[in-house]
């Protein structure tokens, strides 16, 4: 399928935009499209002015954790994973809204160039790591080979089950050797993913990230959700396990996602209050959230 073909996905529907973060998505009869709802633990979303309250004092608080990474020459190191259309990239945008560039910093890496693909497939990554003092978020991670690239073929199998023995091993290191790791896992329901390709469709700031293989992968959900079992099998241990952040309320994700990643670290002047204790029905280990 081409991204031309995704013409035909928006058809008889049309969006309002009230708040610019979240379109209303209307079906042919004029119906808003509720299917974030799906699975949800809520029937509301979060309301804009309480998000825009918490996810203040949370960034706040992140950028705490920064200067703590900074001053105590730690490395911090957080993963954004999930499948198409997730909120990993609305929620890094924003974690990173209010931090200090010097020292904070995105890795999003286009898919491996011919001399990364002659490399160790971890090479690409390893170059991007922190330095002490340094925080950095990938969008995406070296867990594309166990998802998008396995299920897309764009790997051997024999280059997979390789991902699947080393990635442990190769967390292990990096944790050992003192990098604060945290993974999170993005869930999102599949009549969700749906719309919010729709709207990516309709909306005109959306529309980049619209890409073929978002296209694609609404063939492939089930291909999808058998890589992450495997993945989630193989890669959710103990000293690096996995965290899943329910992601249908975009708003109610990051703001859980904020509290998860903040919760972990005893960092210097934390506001426990401000913090609080991340929602289990949102956000949690693997095992308590994954379908
Ligand atoms: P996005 O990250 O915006 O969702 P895509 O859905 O287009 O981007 O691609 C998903 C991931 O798959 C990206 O990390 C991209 O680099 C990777 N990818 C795309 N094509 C290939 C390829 N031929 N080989 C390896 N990785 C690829
Ligand atoms: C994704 O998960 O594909 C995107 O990063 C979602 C987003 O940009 O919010």
Request: aromatic share 10%.
């Amino acid at each position: 399928m081409t991204v031309d073909s995704a013409e035909l996905l928006a058809e008889g529907y049309t969006a309002e935009f009230p708040d610019a973060d979240e379109p209303i998505l209307l079906d042919a009869n004029g119906n808003e499209v509720l299917t974030w709802q799906e699975n949800y633990p809520f029937t509301e979303r979060m309301p804009r002015a309480e998000y825009d309250r918490l996810k203040r004092l949370l960034q706040i608080e992140l950028l705490k954790l920064q200067h703590w990474v900074a001053e105590t020459g730690q490395r911090l190191v957080i993963l954004f994973e999930g499948r198409d259309a997730a909120g990993k990239g609305g929620t890094i945008k924003r974690f990173t809204e209010h931090l200090d560039p010097r020292g904070a910093r995105t890795v999003a890496l286009d898919k491996p160039s011919e001399r990364e693909q002659g490399e160790w497939y971890f090479q690409r990554y390893v170059r991007r790591l922190p330095t002490a003092g340094e925080s950095v978020l990938f969008d995406r991670s070296w867990y594309n080979r166990a998802v998008v690239e396995h299920v897309m073929g764009y790997c051997t199998r024999a280059e997979y089950d390789l991902f699947m023995r080393q990635a442990p091993v190769f967390e292990r290191m990096l944790v050992e050797d003192g990098v604060l790791l945290v993974k999170l896992w993005f869930s999102v329901s599949r009549n969700e993913q749906r719309t919010r390709f729709v709207i990516r469709q309709i909306d005109p700031v959306r529309q980049w990230k619209l890409s073929p293989n978002d296209i694609r992968s609404l063939d492939h959900w089930d291909d999808y959700t058998e890589a992450k079992v495997a993945m989630l099998r193989s890669t959710d241990t103990e000293i690096a396990p996995w965290t899943v952040v329910k992601s249908n309320d975009k708003k109610r994700a990051r703001i859980e996602a904020m509290r998860s990643v903040l919760a972990r670290f005893d960092y210097h002047d934390k506001d426990l209050e401000v913090v609080g204790t991340p929602d289990v029905r949102i956000v949690g280990p693997a095992a308590t959230l994954l379908e």
